[in-house]
T-cell receptor, first 111, second 112 residues
Framework: QKEVEQDPGPLSVPEGAIVSLNCTYS??????FMWYRQYSRKGPELLMY????GNKEDGRFTAQVDKSSKYISLFIRDSQPSDSATYLC???????????FGDGTTLTVKP | DAGVTQSPTHLIKTRGQQVTLRCSPK?????VSWYQQALGQGPQFIFQ???????QRGNFPDRFSGHQFPNYSSELNVNALLLGDSALYLC???????????FGPGTRLTVT
């Protein structure tokens, strides 16, 4: 069983829609929870990170972590065509000194 | 302020050859991590360098080796290339060994 499972997508939504991206994990040693955005042929860009259960908001983006269920989500409000990209969840284990990534969900926002 | 830079952008090699990829970390960062990203998959951790030493290593064979220089830049070397080594190789830098850090644009390696 993989340590991280990410909803595979692809996801296609109209402009202005609310998008929900989700990951589950099995490793209780994960301490930091992150979301990256990756445009085609580019490196991942860190969008948000948190280390506690609950919600963290940054503009149109909200990261939600539920440690008891080992489930994290990223919500995008008022989605824009420029949000079209692959979104990667990632988990950092301080003891292991490495991040473990999901395989990504490709999002297309249609004008 | 330059972010993480990587060279070359693209590379085509033949099976059995050796390749060296280079990374310059973001200004002020002292730790470099390398990841391999196959098409349609998330990045897989190769190893991390801090204070010129390999600190952590992922599940990659010894054909993958690296180096960090006093100016914090780093190299990734892959020997005896296999077709399966074709991927996007990403470098990430951070201050200290915590967190994924900031990623560079990657080097796309094609092995034929």
């Amino acid at each position: 069983q993989k340590e991280v499972e990410q909803d595979p997508g692809p996801l296609s939504v109209p402009e202005g829609a609310i998008v929900s991206l989700n990951c589950t994990y099995s490793n209780s040693a994960f301490q930091y929870f992150m979301w990256y955005r990756q445009y085609s042929r580019k490196g991942p860009e860190l969008l948000m990170y948190t280390y506690s259960s609950g919600n963290k908001e940054d503009g149109r983006f909200t990261a939600q972590v539920d440690k008891s269920s080992k489930y994290i989500s990223l919500f995008i409000r008022d989605s824009q065509p420029s949000d079209s990209a692959t979104y990667l969840c990632a988990f950092y284990n301080t003891n292991a000194g490495k991040s473990t990534f999901g395989d990504g969900t490709t999002l297309t926002v249609k004008p | 302020d330059a972010g993480v830079t990587q060279s070359p952008t693209h590379l085509i090699k033949t099976r059995g050859q050796q390749v060296t990829l280079r990374c310059s970390p973001k200004s002020g960062h002292d730790t470099v991590s390398w990841y391999q990203q196959a098409l349609g998959q998330g990045p897989q951790f190769i190893f991390q360098y801090y204070e010129e030493e390999e600190r952590q290593r992922g599940n990659f064979p010894d054909r993958f080796s690296g180096h960090q220089f006093p100016n914090y830049s780093s190299e990734l070397n892959v020997n005896a290339l296999l077709l399966g080594d074709s991927a996007l190789y990403l470098c990430a830098s951070s201050l200290g060994t915590g967190g994924s850090g900031y990623f560079g644009p990657g080097t796309r390696l094609t092995v034929t």
